[in-house]
């Protein structure tokens, strides 16, 4: 069996000087082989490659240091009632008298590494449209854009993006010239893939490109606190005198500039500033799989799925125990940040992804979750928002949500629609025909209504006419071989659709 599961095993059975043997030897090779990717660097590259390599040689270090991903489920505790404030009271204490005086502190920083391929997409993911020809950068664009008009600010946008979007995104940036709104980017590592056997790197030089491009992946966006601060943003925002970060994922439409929540982190009520938000919500039955707060020898902590021993995952998922997960909505303080860089004490647990190449070779990929460092940071706090503030799109049903009446959309930001009686979204499941964002949208001639929908399932190769009526629960399912075409105008009320467009009461 491979090293990687031997040296694992070892660490369990306690033989320990044996294991450190091994494990030197293995930190020994490894660092060989970075040094010979490193001489392959063009001298323009070198500078940044080193960092890069000498970032990925750390994780690798903690990589084998570490006994194996569990947390010790003995010393989780439910966060203390004061840890986590509902949104409410926050919002209760109202604003400021001058708000400009509050953003002019804050700097916005969305994670765009992600492609488009899950949706059937090419390039950055942030570039697909999502309502009314705005893709989800144009979004982000006009919600900071009416910030600065609105309150005279200068609130700047950062991307962070990855090598795989780095040069898509900058290209459509220029379309941005003219808005008011100072546009940044910077680019996470590039970490080299390791063998799963041999747990080496399976480079042999630093191109990306041709056979080497699956060498190669960004370490998930736990990187941000060293690239931000490697890419010497970090400094010039200090210098400009900004104080905060507010941290999003660039596809979750719901993460706007909230300032309340700013005016909480600037004026705190007990005087004491906070250096780590995270926005909590509470889980729906969607939700289990969601990283959750706790508390863990004294600090907040946030445990994902992937770190709970196996025998306790039915109990983290229960909504009963652990009732609200993060949004990775994030406020942290830059000076925080830059302390804590400095003397390497931001601690994330490590996140081991194994991936098949096209080959077939298997490797493994050490990645951070960046809501991991809470327990680095001093006095954190969880917030616990309205779900509204949560509302990624990371499939095409998601993006049938979005597009729909549900929602109206207002200076780049989505609301629900007041015309809808019940605040909740509908649960929309569109199956595997739909999946790619070009087919989906060649199956609805346009948007249904959805304003009273609660429940939609389409199965198989279904279309839908213009002005279709979705209300209820409705469940449309085509046979292999049958096609379903909803016909124009159509209004289905808690109908099941089947087979050959008989259309029953439900």
């Not at 840890?83 to 700097?107: C, F, H, M, T």
């Not at 190669?216 to 010497?232: L, Q, V």
């Amino acid at each position: 069996s491979s090293a990687f599961v031997k040296f694992k095993a070892m660490s369990q059975d306690g033989a320990s000087q044996f294991q450190e043997v091994i494990r030197q030897e293995l930190e020994l090779s490894v660092k060989k082989e970075l040094e010979k990717i490193l001489t392959t660097a063009p001298s323009h590259e070198f500078e940044h490659t080193k960092k890069d390599l000498d970032g990925f040689r750390k994780l690798f270090h903690r990589f084998l240091q570490e006994k194996g991903p569990s947390v010790d489920w003995g010393k989780i505790q439910r966060p203390p009632e004061d840890s986590i404030q509902p949104y409410e009271k926050i919002k209760a204490r109202g604003l400021p008298e001058n708000v400009s005086s509050v953003l002019n502190k804050l700097v916005v920083v969305k994670l765009n590494g992600g492609l488009g391929t899950s949706m059937g997409c090419k390039g950055p993911k942030s570039l697909i449209g999502v309502r009314n020809e705005n893709t989800f950068l144009d979004l982000t664009v006009q919600q900071i854009e009416h910030l600065n008009k609105t309150y005279n600010t200068d609130v700047p946008l950062v991307l962070m993006n990855s090598f795989n979007t780095d040069e898509d995104t900058k290209k459509i940036l220029q379309k941005y010239n003219h808005c008011r709104v100072k546009i940044y980017t910077f680019n996470q590592s590039r970490y080299p893939r390791i063998n799963k056997e041999s747990l080496l790197p399976v480079a042999k030089d630093v191109s990306y490109s041709g056979e080497n491009t699956e060498a190669w992946y960004p370490p998930g966006h736990g990187d941000i606190y060293a690239s931000f601060y490697n890419s010497g943003l970090l400094d010039t925002f200090i210098g400009e005198g900004k104080e905060y970060i507010f941290v999003s994922n660039i596809d979750n439409l719901g993460a706007t500039v909230d300032l309340y929540i700013l005016n909480h982190l600037m004026n705190p009520p007990n005087g004491k500033r906070c250096e780590f938000v995270m926005e909590v919500t509470n889980k729906t039955r969607a939700d289990v799989k969601g990283g959750t707060l706790t508390q863990y020898e004294g600090k907040l902590r946030l445990v994902e799925i992937a770190q709970v021993p196996k025998a306790h995952v039915d109990e983290f998922k229960s909504v009963s125990k652990f009732k609200i997960f993060n949004t990775n909505n994030l406020w942290i303080s830059l000076a925080a940040v830059k302390r804590l860089q400095e003397q390497n004490a931001i601690d994330m647990e490590i996140i081991v992804n194994p991936k098949t190449l096209d080959g077939g070779l298997n490797v493994i990929q050490l990645e951070t979750a960046v809501g991991a460092a809470i327990k680095s940071f001093e006095n954190s706090l969880g917030i616990n928002v309205p779900r509204s503030r949560f509302l990624p799109v990371k499939t095409t049903s998601d993006l049938l949500l979005v597009m729909s009446n549900l929602y109206s959309l207002n200076a780049g930001s989505l609301t629900m629609s007041e015309k809808r009686e019940f605040p909740t979204v509908p649960l929309v499941k569109l199956g595997s025909s739909f999946t790619k964002v070009q087919d989906y949208l060649r199956r609805f001639e346009s948007i249904p209504d959805m304003l009273e929908l609660d429940h939609l399932t389409v199965s198989g190769d279904v279309t839908f006419g213009k002005n279709v009526s979705l209300k209820g629960t409705v469940i449309i399912i085509a046979n292999h071989g049958d096609r379903i075409d909803i016909p124009p105008g159509a209004v289905l009320e808690n109908k099941i659709v089947s087979g050959n467009l008989r259309i029953l009461d439900h």
